[in-house]
T-cell receptor
């Protein structure tokens, strides 16, 4: 089945230690998104790629970076995680016009 | 700018009872409207969507929603709730020409009593 896959599902990192989260998709969608979701809150869009064009949300901290080496893969890099970055990170895809398809998320813990 | 309001933070219903989750949106043109469901520790799953046409849309898991332009609402309904419906529900509004970006409401947590 076509899907959005996120690895790992659970990630523990130390304060200040860089971490990379991975997302892959078999839907061949143009757009890939990264969201941060804290407990009992709506997903907060960090950035998205439309094909190779990177689009950062205005309030996304510089600590968060992303790479999209090809259509299928997208990575979220957190350069120096702080305790406030502990959250669920969701990857989603779309054709650019309609609904989004979400992965299962990566739960990030910062110790 | 588009926005979404889900007035109910938490709703509790008994199993077998009917359900209605409210969603109000603000958008200048005809919006694209979505309902997503999120089980604990999982990603969001699309329940249903409205783009145009029939204002009553059917979704998965027995859910339906009705678009009411005059009230700027897109309420989610289910005639008989099952215990497995307990989850977080998000309403979202999107638009074309915006890379498919959607604005999400803050969500409604549904608890189902046996």
């Amino acid at each position: 089945d076509a899907m959005v896959i996120q690895n790992p599902r659970y990630q523990v990192t130390q304060f200040g230690k860089p971490v990379t989260l991975s997302c892959s998709q078999t839907l061949n969608h143009n757009v890939m998104y990264w969201y941060q979701q804290k407990s009992s809150q709506a997903p907060k869009l960090l950035f998205h790629y439309y094909d190779k064009d990177f689009n950062n949300e205005a309030d996304t901290p510089d600590n968060f970076q992303s790479r999209r080496p090809n259509t299928s893969f997208c990575f979220l890099d957190i350069r120096s995680p702080g305790l406030g970055d502990a959250a669920m990170y969701l990857c989603a895809t779309s054709t650019g016009s309609y609904e989004q398809y979400f992965g299962p998320g990566t739960r990030l813990t910062v110790t | 700018a588009q926005s979404v309001t889900q007035p109910d933070i938490h709703i509790t219903v008994s199993e077998g009872a009917s359900l209605e989750l409210r969603c109000n949106y603000s958008y200048g043109a005809t919006p694209y409207l979505f309902w997503y469901v999120q089980s604990p520790g999982q990603g969001l799953q699309l329940l249903l969507k409205y783009f145009s046409g029939d204002t009553l849309v059917q979704g998965i898991k027995g859910f339906e929603a009705e678009f009411k332009r005059s009230q700027s609402s897109f309420n989610l309904r289910k005639p008989s709730v099952h215990w497995s419906d307990a989850a977080e529900y998000f309403c979202a509004v999107g638009a074309t020409g915006n890379a498919g970006k959607s604005t999400f409401g803050d969500g409604t947590t549904l608890t189902v009593k046996p």
